[in-house]
């Protein structure tokens, strides 16, 4: 009997250790995108301009909601909390950061959209989420974002929140690369836009 019950608390404990690596896989996935050990928590929705057609006859309400994480020191929010938009039309909201320490930090913000069936309707084509952001000791800076709406969008979607979460990743790997490419060049990303539009490390102030 003793060995049975061995052999069955050998064999159940391998089992839960298959299952916890097997579980592993999604969460190092979480944790990479979190962190931004990935470097990236998304691609810009590609579009052609000529092709959209903005819905005159409906408004969605777009709700902004910013939080930093645990131990995040920076002020971060939006220039304005919402809006009201066309689907099908292109919209632009401004964010803006501040780095209220003594040190040069390195941030990512990972978007979230609620209800979490109009994330597939919900289309960013810039955001500073795209990136890093490196910023100087007491530094501020403005971070534009464009999104769509989808046209397709359910009409019993009125009202869809837009949240970001700034984490502070200066330690980390994506964030150590971050920095050292701004502190050899001296140049970085204007947040949420395209390769080869960046500006001087001097010129990005208050």
Known sequence: MGVERTVLKLVAGTVAMFGFAFALVPLYDVFCEITGLNGKTGDAYEYVEAELEADASRLVQIRFVTNANAGMPWEFGPDTTGMKVNPGGI??????????TNRIMVAQAIPSVAPGRAAAYFHKTQCFCFDQQVLEPG????????????????????????????????????????????????????????????????????
């Open 91 to 100: 919209n632009d909201a401004t964010f803006h950061a501040t780095n209220t």
């Open 139 to 206: 530094e501020s800076i403005e971070m534009p974002v464009r999104f769509i709406v989808d046209r397709d969008l359910p009409r019993s979607v009125g009202t869809i929140t837009l949240s970001y979460t700034m984490f502070d990743i200066t330690d980390a790997a994506a964030g150590q690369y971050a920095l050292a490419e701004y502190e050899a060049n001296g140049t970085r990303r204007i947040p949420g836009t395209g390769p080869g539009d960046e500006i001087g490390a001097s010129s990005a102030g208050n």
